[in-house]
C-alpha cells in the first residue's frame, strides 16, 4: 500500500483517510494509484458495502499535485488520476464523505461522484483551475450545474471563490454541517447504517438514481481531459504553476 493512504474495513465499510497533511493532501500519481487500488478492491469485495473517504480535521485536500501537473498529467487516459476519477464515477457502492479544512481543485469535484457528503464548519471547497490557466476536470462541468444549479457552479469555476462550508449546504453540495470533532463519528455512523441494508436495494437504487447521468458523465469526463491536456501545456498555466512554488 501507500504511505499517504489508511485504509480500514470495518462495518461493512471500506475507510480510506488521504494521509500526506505535509503536503497539504496533495494527490500525486503514487496516492491516486493507491486510492484506485483501494477502491477497486473494496468493489471485489462482498464485506465491503460502503465506502468512507476523508482526510484529517485540518485538510481535506490541497488538488493536484502542482509540481506533477507537467510531469505526470492528471488528464493523460492511463493516468492513476483518470483510472480513480473513472472508479468514482462508475461505483456501484455508495460512498460518503467527511470534509473538514480546504477541499480544493479535484479535492471538491471529486466529492460530486459522492452519494452524501458531511462536512465540518471549517470546511471550504473551491475549483480555482482559472487562477492556474486550467479548466474543469473529473465531470464538474457536467455535475456542478445539476447540482448547484449554471449560475453559482459558473462563477465558482470561472472565478475560483471559495465556498464555506454554509454555503455548501446552501447550495446543495453538502448535506450536513457538523462541528469539526462530531464530523468523522457521524458520518462513520452513516455509513455504518447503510452497509446495515440490503446490499441489493441499496445497490439498485443508487443505480436507479444515476442511470440518467452515466453516459453523458463519461462523455463529459472524456471532452474535459482533453480540454485540460491542453490547458497544461499553455504558458499561463506553466508560469501559475511556478508562481506557487516561487511564493
Ligand atoms: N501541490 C503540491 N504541493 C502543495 C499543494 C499542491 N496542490 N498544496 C500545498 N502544497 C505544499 C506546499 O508547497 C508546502 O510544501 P513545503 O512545506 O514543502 O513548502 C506544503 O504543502 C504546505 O503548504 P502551504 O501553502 O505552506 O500551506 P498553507 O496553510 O499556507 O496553505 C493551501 C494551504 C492549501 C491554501 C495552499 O497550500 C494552496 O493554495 N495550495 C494549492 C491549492 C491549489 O491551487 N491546488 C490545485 C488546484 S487545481
Not at 228 to 244: D, V
Amino acid at each position: 500500500m501507500n504511505q499517504h493512504l489508511i485504509t480500514e474495513i470495518q462495518d461493512g465499510v471500506l475507510r480510506m483517510e488521504i494521509s500526506r497533511p505535509e503536503k497539504k493532501n496533495a494527490f500525486n500519481r503514487d496516492l491516486y494509484a493507491a486510492l484506485a487500488q483501494a477502491l477497486e478492491s473494496g468493489l471485489a469485495d462482498p464485506a465491503v458495502r460502503v465506502v468512507l473517504l476523508h482526510g484529517q480535521p485540518e485538510i481535506f485536500s490541497a488538488g493536484n499535485d502542482i509540481g506533477e501537473f507537467v510531469s505526470f498529467p492528471p488528464s493523460d487516459p492511463d493516468s492513476p488520476a483518470v483510472r480513480f476519477l473513472r472508479l468514482l464515477a462508475d461505483c456501484p457502492k455508495p460512498m460518503i464523505a467527511a470534509v473538514s479544512g480546504a477541499a480544493i481543485g479535484i479535492g471538491t469535484t471529486l466529492l460530486l461522484h459522492f452519494d452524501a457528503i458531511y462536512a465540518s464548519d471549517t470546511a471550504r471547497f473551491s475549483v480555482p483551475f482559472t487562477h492556474l490557466g486550467l479548466t474543469p476536470e473529473g465531470g464538474s462541468s457536467l455535475l456542478m450545474p445539476l447540482i448547484l444549479g449554471y449560475q453559482k457552479a459558473a462563477e465558482m469555476l470561472l472565478f475560483g471563490d471559495a465556498i464555506d462550508a454554509r454555503e455548501a449546504y446552501q447550495a446543495g453540495l453538502v448535506n450536513k454541517v457538523l462541528p469539526v470533532e462530531e464530523l468523522l463519528p457521524y458520518a462513520r455512523d452513516r455509513a455504518a447504517n447503510l452497509a446495515a441494508r440490503s446490499p441489493w436495494a441499496v445497490a439498485q437504487t443508487k443505480s436507479l438514481l444515476r442511470q440518467s447521468l452515466t453516459n453523458r458523465l463519461g462523455q463529459t469526463m472524456s471532452d474535459e481531459f482533453a480540454v485540460f491536456s491542453r490547458a497544461l501545456e499553455t504558458p499561463e498555466a506553466r508560469a501559475a504553476f511556478a508562481a506557487f512554488f516561487n511564493r
